[in-house]
Nanobody
Framework: VQLQASGGGLVQPGGSLRLSCAAS????????MGWFRQPPGQGREFVAS????????NYAESVKGRFTVSREKAGNTMYLQMNNLKPEDTAIYYC?????????????????WGQGTLVTVSS
């Protein structure tokens, strides 16, 4: 499975962006998927995840109420709608495919990773 993340860019504080993650190579519709991010000079951290059917989601406390993760019914594309962005959301955002059907929060449960897309929140 190859994952391609896109949609990053420069946005002002309070603005919005929508990230996409497209899977190819084989279907990932039976697997959970997740978003992680790596701020400058820091380690990679969990952002959000979604189960195989899109019915259950998890969020990091820092993004609850501002970010929404979703996936298409066919299951091979995932999105992250990011609203009310803050400077501390600046990071490289990675999408990942899980071994399990649910959406784990731990990186060790993911075995497919995209290349990352840069989100910069600055005025």
């Amino acid at each position: 499975v190859q994952l391609q993340a896109s949609g990053g860019g420069l946005v002002q504080p309070g603005g919005s962006l929508r990230l996409s993650c497209a899977a190819s190579g084989r279907t990932i519709s039976n697997n959970g998927m997740g978003w992680f991010r790596q701020p400058p000079g820091q380690g990679r951290e969990f952002v959000a995840s979604i189960n195989w059917s899109g019915t259950y989601t998890n969020y990091a406390e820092s993004v609850k109420g501002r970010f929404t993760v979703s996936r298409e019914k066919a299951g091979n594309t995932m999105y992250l709608q990011m609203n009310n962005l803050k400077p501390e959301d600046t990071a490289i955002y990675y999408c990942a495919g899980a071994r399990q059907a649910y959406g784990p929060t731990s990186q060790s449960n993911y075995n497919y990773w995209g290349q990352g897309t840069l989100v910069t929140v600055s005025s």
